[in-house]
């Protein structure tokens, strides 16, 4: 069974600070996405990593794909209070298959 | 452009009371379909996935199964609840990368 563990579970930072949530597994992945999901609705993908060492930015937040393709990292800068919410992780093969989840972070940014 | 409806979007219902959740894809053919279950503020559970009509594959033994009559319908069941049913629920699509539906909040009393 591949797992994917991330950290931390919980963070709570104030407006500005800088964050780095991990993603890691001891399987590899053809693929990582990231999701992040507010109270209340579904997960909404954010991005998706596919070559070991890609880094892809999104406005504040970069995204980094492991070497080995066995972890991931979300770093956010100069958080906002729209920041908040929960960030998924998770690993999968081809177009198509199933997902393996991380449990979350469960980010807040104090304003 | 593909969307994904899922509905009710909460519901409470008592202990031994039928289960019948629906979610519809539209915008795409043959989706692959999934049905998660979210503890608050946690990861998602799979509990069932289809890769196309009547075919059904269960991920973990529980009280609650599912079927999909047609190829944008995938719909969760159960006879009787469990407390231990109550939870978040998620339909998703697969395109490389889920689309999830809006979910729905099961409380079982």
């Known amino acids: 069974t591949q797992l994917l563990e991330q950290s931390p579970q919980f963070l709570s930072i104030q407006e500005g600070e800088n964050l780095t949530v991990y993603c890691n597994s001891s399987s590899v992945f053809s693929s990582l996405q990231w999701y992040r999901q507010e109270p209340g609705e579904g997960p909404v993908l954010l991005v998706t990593v596919v070559t070991g060492g890609e880094v892809k930015k999104l406005k504040r937040l970069t995204f980094q794909f492991g070497d080995a393709r066995k972890d991931s990292s979300l770093h956010i800068t100069a958080a906002q209070p729209g920041d908040t919410g929960l960030y998924l992780c998770?690993?999968?093969?081809?177009?198509?298959?199933?997902?393996?989840f991380g449990e979350g972070t469960q980010l807040t940014v104090n304003p | 452009s593909q969307t994904i409806h899922q509905w009710p979007a909460t519901l409470v219902q008592p202990v031994g009371s039928p289960l019948s959740l629906e979610c519809t894809v539209e915008?795409?053919?043959?989706?692959?379909l999934y049905w998660y279950r979210q503890a608050a503020g946690r990861g998602l559970q799979l509990l069932f996935y289809?890769?196309?009509?009547?075919?059904i594959s269960s991920e973990v033994p529980q009280n609650l199964s599912a079927s999909r009559p047609q190829d944008r319908q995938f719909i969760l069941s159960s006879k009787k609840l469990l407390l231990s049913d109550s939870g978040f629920y998620l339909c998703?699509?697969?395109?490389?990368?889920?689309?999830f539906g809006s979910g729905t909040r099961l409380t079982v009393v």
């Open positions: 289809s890769v196309g009509i009547g075919q």
């Open positions: 998770a690993g999968g093969g081809t177009s198509g298959s199933r997902l393996t």
């Open positions: 998703a699509h697969a395109n490389y990368g889920y689309t």
């Open positions: 915008g795409t053919s043959n989706p692959n």
